[in-house]
């Protein structure tokens, strides 16, 4: 059920997604770039599908650029030696703006991201309810 609605509305509109780089496009090796599993190669094909499709792409990172890491623009040299590019870095696409003014958090239709914790649906409010319920065990 989730998926078809999901599916309807891809077919509908183009979405924007804001992608993570560590742990979600590659394995976490930070300050270094981690190796790609096969699940992390199929994640990078669809996102560039899906962008050659119209859809928009943000990389949404926690890493940046200073004289000893440069770790942001390797992050993004090594997304476009793959064939993956962004319409956005760590900002909002250029025609976005929120009506509250500004935030931090990223305006996107579904976030990409190792550390998510998901609450959209029953089920995966559950699930986050439950890992945080072992926490406060």
Not at 30 to 35: D, L, R, S, V, Y
Not at 65 to 78: C, G, K, M, R
Request: aromatic residues 10%; negative net charge; contains cysteine.
């Amino acid at each position: 059920l989730i998926v078809i609605s999901i599916k309807e509305k891809v077919m509908q509109e183009k979405l924007t997604f804001a992608v993570d780089f560590d742990g979600t496009l590659c394995e976490f090796d930070f300050p270094k770039i981690g190796k790609q599993t096969e699940n992390h190669k199929k994640l990078l094909k669809k996102l560039i599908k899906l962008r050659e499709d119209g859809h928009k792409l943000i990389l949404w990172t926690n890493r940046g650029d200073n004289d000893e890491y440069p770790v942001l623009s390797e992050a993004i040299d090594w997304c476009k030696k793959r064939g993956l590019e962004f319409d956005a870095i760590n900002e909002n696409l250029p025609n976005q703006k929120k009506l509250s003014g500004y935030s931090p958090k990223i305006m996107a239709d579904y976030y990409i991201d190792d550390k998510v914790l998901s609450f959209s649906e029953e089920s995966t409010q559950k699930n986050t309810l439950q890992f945080l319920e072992v926490l406060d065990a």
